[in-house]
């Protein structure tokens, strides 16, 4: 398995191709066979085990696994082999033991469409400073309207669409790591054209009836950082992801939320100039919360306020001498 040292903006590139793939369906063989293969990868990643013939099965079915050091950070990124492109999606996974919360998988399924989405996506996922939490990061290697068969966009159907198909491998991958991790967060990223009448973001969970605490307590926190977020169906009519098929699947998994943010290109275009917005953004979007959007409280680290010498215990350093 290649094994390779990354920046986070390398391992930004490494992940998001330039160009997209163009689009040919995986069978449901092999949408079944790489979602085992993701509810392998994040399962081991938990557990503290290695990838065993993790990388066989991969090759098996037109992908590579890649393991990934970014600073003190490591990934293990399923891709697809570059001869074998063909829209299937791309999965990293954050090695590290399981945490005591929720787990929040991050998607940004539309990169191609949604401008910024993706650039957005990896900026966040590979930040020194998101959490052991943030476990997996899934993206789209196809254009949402990069199927043979599709309506001109912005058209209803387009069969390289992975939000509105059921028959996709990241349909099977989130199903795997949300049924890996039991109480997972799923965090979507899209983008909508700016018009006056619409805010700067739309948050929703994708059900027609209520938002939930958790699109509440986000949208809340995110107001004062990027100015006006409306919640779907309480704020707006718009954009509420009534039809996005992970939105549907997560809905019937009781330890499961789906988190839908659509953003305005300006939004998009300010986060990408600020990294100080971004990193105000990504605090809050992908902060460690249990399901009902409640922040968990880390108690302070025991040995950081402990200054060096200063404890009596076994394997105290000596105080330095003055
Ligand atoms: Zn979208």
């Given at each position: 398995m290649p094994s390779r040292e990354l920046t986070p903006a390398q391992a930004r590139d490494a992940l998001l191709p330039e160009t997209p793939a163009s689009f040919a369906p995986s069978t449901v063989d092999e949408q079944q066979q790489l979602g085992a293969l993701v509810d392998t990868l994040v399962?081991?990643?938990?557990?503290?085990?290695?990838?065993?013939?993790?990388?066989?099965?991969?090759?098996?079915?037109?992908?590579?696994?890649?393991?990934?050091?970014?600073?003190?950070?490591?990934?293990?990124?399923?891709?697809?082999?570059?001869?074998?492109?063909?829209?299937?999606?791309?999965?990293?996974?954050?090695?590290?033991?399981?945490?005591?919360?929720?787990?929040?998988?991050?998607?940004?399924?539309?990169?191609?469409?949604?401008?910024?989405?993706?650039?957005?996506?990896?900026?966040?996922?590979?930040?020194?400073?998101?959490?052991?939490?943030?476990r997996a990061l899934f993206v789209n290697t196809a254009h949402r309207y990069g199927g043979p068969r599709q309506a001109p966009p912005p058209g209803e159907h387009s069969d390289s669409d992975l939000c509105h198909i059921t028959d996709h491998v990241f349909q099977d991958a989130t199903r795997a790591a949300a049924e890996a991790v039991g109480a997972t967060i799923v965090v979507q990223l899209h983008g909508f054209s700016d018009a006056p009448e619409l805010p700067e973001a739309i948050l929703?969970?994708?059900?027609?009836?209520?938002?939930?605490?958790?699109?509440?307590?986000?949208?809340?926190?995110?107001?004062?950082?990027?100015?006006?977020v409306r919640r779907y169906p309480e704020d707006i009519a718009k954009l509420g992801a009534t039809t996005n098929t992970q939105g549907k699947l997560l809905a019937?998994?009781?330890?499961?939320?789906?988190?839908?943010?659509?953003?305005?290109?300006?939004?998009?275009?300010?986060?990408?100039?600020?990294?100080?917005?971004?990193?105000?953004?990504?605090?809050?979007?992908?902060?460690?919360?249990?399901?009902?959007?409640?922040?968990?409280?880390?108690?302070?680290?025991?040995?950081?306020?402990?200054?060096?010498?200063?404890?009596?215990g076994e394997g105290a350093a000596p105080a330095p001498e003055r």
């Open positions: 399962t081991n990643a938990r557990t503290d085990r290695e990838l065993e013939d993790a990388p066989a099965r991969a090759r098996a079915l037109g992908f590579h696994v890649e393991a990934w050091q970014v600073g003190d950070q490591r990934f293990w990124a399923l891709l697809e082999a570059p001869e074998a492109r063909r829209g299937a999606g791309a999965y990293v996974v954050r090695v590290g033991p399981a945490t005591t919360g929720a787990e929040i998988v991050l998607q940004a399924p539309h990169t191609f469409y949604d401008l910024g989405t993706g650039d957005i996506a990896a900026r966040l996922f590979f930040s020194s400073s998101a959490g052991a939490h943030v929703s969970s994708g059900q027609r009836e209520a938002s939930s605490p958790l699109v509440h307590a986000l949208s809340r926190e995110l107001e004062p950082v990027l100015g006006k019937g998994y009781p330890d499961a939320r789906f988190v839908h943010i659509e953003l305005s290109a300006g939004t998009r275009d300010r986060l990408r100039d600020s990294d100080e917005l971004m990193a105000d953004f990504g605090e809050i979007a992908l902060a460690d919360r249990d399901l009902d959007g409640e922040r968990i409280e880390h108690a302070p680290d025991a040995d950081a306020d402990v200054p060096r010498g200063a404890g009596a």
